[in-house]
T-cell receptor, first 110, second 114 residues
Framework: TQLLEQSPQFLSIQEGENLTVYCNSSSVFSSLQWYRQEPGEGPVLLVT?????EVKKLKRLTFQFGDARKDSSLHITAAQPGDTGLYLC??????????FGTGTRLKVLA | EPEVTQTPSHQVTQMGQEVILRCVPISNHLYFYWYRQILGQKVEFLVS????????KSEIFDDQFSVERPDGSNFTLKIRSTKLEDSAMYFCASRSHPSTDTQYFGPGTRLTVL
């Protein structure tokens, strides 16, 4: 069974701090996605990474796919209160099925 | 920008009743999905649908569940006899093409089984 473990589960930081969220698995994924979810809403796609070692940047967010395509990280620089939310990673192995991670709940305090 | 829509936003039903959750995927998309998220838990894959048939399903998707694409636009999830533990947010998602792994989620339907 494929599993994606995210760490930390919860993170509370002050505005302006940097943080990194990790998404780890023992399985290889053909691609991995990062989402952000607000309470009562569906996940919103932030980025898709496909190639091992790939790094993508989205303003203050930097996403990296591990060389072996088993793990990924999300780094936020100078966090802002608007970054508060649930961050989810999801992977697929090229089948139709997407496996979601356990989630990281981020709170950025002003 | 095109988006996935879902109706109703909230459905309350009695245990044992049938419910149908509706989704309108993005119009040129070919792959369709249902996920559920029990309150406070992670998003769980239920089923994927392509070319008018189920392409993959999880162990959660038992005989009580069924999916259908009755016309060119709607994609439905039916739960025949709801149980208390079916209470969750149900999300529909769609994807355009096998060469892209990007799926787009709808806003979800909150199902409450009493």
């Amino acid at each position: 069974t494929q599993l994606l473990e995210q760490s930390p589960q919860f993170l509370s930081i002050q505005e302006g701090e940097n943080l990194t969220v990790y998404c780890n698995s023992s399985s290889v994924f053909s691609s991995l996605q990062w989402y952000r979810q607000e309470p009562g809403e569906g996940p919103v796609l932030l980025v898709t990474v496909v190639t091992g070692g790939e790094v993508k940047k989205l303003k203050r967010l930097t996403f990296q796919f591990g060389d072996a395509r088993k793990d990924s990280s999300l780094h936020i620089t100078a966090a802002q209160p608007g970054d508060t939310g649930l961050y989810l990673c999801a992977g697929t192995s090229g089948t139709y099925k997407y496996i979601f991670g356990t989630g990281t709940r981020l709170k950025v305090l002003a | 920008e095109p988006e996935v829509t879902q109706t109703p936003s909230h459905q309350v039903t009695q245990m044992g009743q049938e419910v149908i959750l509706r989704c309108v995927p993005i119009s040129n998309h070919l792959y369709f999905y249902w996920y559920r998220q029990i309150l406070g838990q992670k998003v769980e894959f239920l089923v994927s649908f392509y070319n008018n048939e189920i392409s993959e399903k999880s162990e959660i998707f038992d005989d009580q569940f069924s999916v259908e694409r009755p016309d060119g636009s709607n994609f439905t999830l039916k739960i025949r006899s709801t149980k208390l533990e079916d209470s969750a947010m149900y999300f529909c998602a769609s994807r355009s093409h096998p060469s892209t792994d990007t799926q787009y989620f709808g806003p979800g339907t909150r199902l409450t089984v009493l």
